[in-house]
């Protein structure tokens, strides 16, 4: 893909456990037909344990090599993205290129969940009984090409994160970034870098991208190739 191969290493992680992830599992297997979330989707915090993660994060982060420590770091506008980065480039001494204050993330709100609209904060029961046409037409189209009204398709998130790998060319290029940013954004860069289809990629994403887990990619002469997706190792103390 023109833009993100030219980057030396591509590192994402999704942020820390959230409040927002405590309420889905909290309603689950139940008849509830809303998470119960107060807060707009933006302004969901992290809870303590995904405070934790974030920050055992940042020790992976001190421990790698140099020349594998990201020189460039992005996040997803959203709290819970926010504090995941800030937690856990506090947690290393990162130089940045004129910044005696070290590395910082930037923002960037392509990086943004996926916009639910009018399903935002349902369960799948709340789904089929509130909105059952819905339901049937994402039944019909699939996943992977289904917007809710006011809402985003994965198809979408792939249109914006083009843009958004395009610009990284010319910000790093030969750079080694960081990512911090939602599972769906991390599911939809590795069909986007390894150029998957809509069947394989929705085969993939049925597995849940863990809070604060690691997906690498390294430069390899030609283009980038999958070092690890959707690694927990290090938060094995952390409630991974």
Wanted: charged fraction near 25%; proline fraction near 5%.
């Amino acid at each position: 893909m023109a833009g993100v191969d030219a980057l030396h290493w591509l590192t994402m992680t999704r942020h820390g456990e959230s409040t927002g992830n405590l309420a889905y599992k909290a309603v689950a297997g139940t008849d509830a037909e809303e998470a119960g979330i107060p807060e707009r989707d933006a302004d969901i915090p992290l809870s303590d344990t995904g405070r934790a993660q974030a920050a055992a994060f940042g020790r992976w982060l001190a421990a790698l090599p140099e020349d594998e420590r990201p020189t460039l770091v992005v996040s997803s506008p959203y709290v819970r993205a926010l504090d995941t980065a800030k937690i856990a480039l506090a947690q290393t001494s990162y130089a940045a290129p004129q910044d005696p204050e070290g590395l910082r993330p930037k923002v960037d709100e392509r990086l943004r969940d996926r916009e639910q609209g009018v399903l935002q904060g349902l369960t799948g029961a709340g789904v089929e009984r509130r909105f059952p046409q819905e339901a049937e037409r994402l039944r019909h189209l699939g996943k992977f090409y289904y917007r809710p009204p006011g809402g985003e398709s994965w198809a979408d998130l792939a249109l914006r994160l083009r843009s958004f790998y395009r610009d990284l060319e010319a910000a790093a290029p030969g750079g080694r970034v960081l990512v911090v940013t939602h599972d769906a954004i991390v599911v939809m860069t590795r069909y986007l870098v390894e150029g998957l289809t809509e069947q394989e990629i929705m085969a993939i994403e049925k597995e849940s991208i863990g809070n604060a887990s690691v997906t690498r990619w390294r430069q390899n002469g030609a283009r980038l190739e999958a070092v690890c997706y959707n690694d927990c190792a290090h938060l094995a103390d952390e409630g991974a």
